[in-house]
């Protein structure tokens, strides 16, 4: 499976933007980047996901780079209810059962 | 809608006890997920089921871990004669789709928090 690299942590202000990175230089043509965080004491949670193109839903916008090795969460105004660990995971279409396979994170602090 | 809801929230056994831990999925998802979540890690993928049919259990640790879920909706985790590095929180995921579509989202529950002395 393609790995992804996050920084550790970030800090934010909040009603401010925020930009995730999320690199995966060894990504293949068919993985998905899906986005996922854990708020304290709960499951994950589905933020977003895209292939090729850029998307936008309610939660956030997810930038990919036109090679795909590296991607961006942006959460466009950070509250205090996004302080979270942020996984980027990459989901490979054959091969496997559809498992994410979590890495560390990134670990978002929002300050008030 | 009820989302994924997990049995029981907190567990403690003494080592050597067996437990049974039980995800209740979203009403007509086909797919279901155990991962498991050591502290301050990220969650490692220990079993799946495509309704009924468990099509991976590449992850599970040891002969010790046993999961059913057999018509295909509620699913057990069992740990027999659970050890300390056993601690761990236990989560629940499901999905409406089956494996082959791989854009689909995972749906998680709060998980059980399992602490073996």
């Known amino acids: 499976d393609a790995k992804t690299t996050q920084p550790n942590s970030m800090e934010s202000n909040e009603e401010e933007p925020v930009h995730l990175p999320c690199n995966h230089s060894?990504?293949?043509?068919?993985?998905?980047i899906h986005w996922y965080r854990q708020l304290p004491s709960q499951g994950p949670e589905y933020v977003i996901h895209g292939l090729t193109s850029n998307v936008n839903n309610r939660m956030a916008s997810l930038a990919i780079a036109e090679d795909r090795k590296s991607s961006t969460l942006i959460l466009h105004r950070a509250t205090l209810r996004d302080a979270a660990v942020y996984y980027c995971?990459?989901?490979?279409?054959?091969?496997?059962?559809?498992?994410?396979?979590f890495g560390q994170g990134t670990t978002l602090q929002v300050k008030p | 809608g009820a989302g994924v809801s997990q049995s029981p929230r907190y567990k403690v056994a003494k080592r050597g006890q067996d437990v049974a831990l039980r995800c209740d999925p979203i009403?007509?998802?086909?797919?279901l997920f155990w991962y498991q979540q050591a502290l301050g890690q990220g969650p490692e993928f220990l079993t799946y089921?495509?309704?009924?049919?468990?099509?991976?259990k590449s992850g599970l640790p040891s002969d010790r871990f046993f999961a059913e879920r057999p018509e295909g909706s509620v699913s057990t985790l069992k740990i027999q004669r659970t050890q300390q590095e056993d601690s761990a929180v236990y989560l629940c995921?499901?999905?409406?789709?089956?494996?082959?579509?791989?854009?689909?989202?995972?749906?998680f529950g709060p998980g059980t928090r399992l602490t073996v002395t």
């Open positions: 009403s007509g998802h086909v797919s």
């Open positions: 060894t990504i293949s043509g068919t993985d998905y």
């Open positions: 995971i990459l989901r490979a279409l054959s091969g496997n059962t559809g498992k994410l396979i």
């Open positions: 089921f495509q309704n009924e049919a468990q099509l991976d």
């Open positions: 995921a499901s999905s409406f789709w089956g494996f082959r579509d791989k854009s689909y989202e995972q749906y």
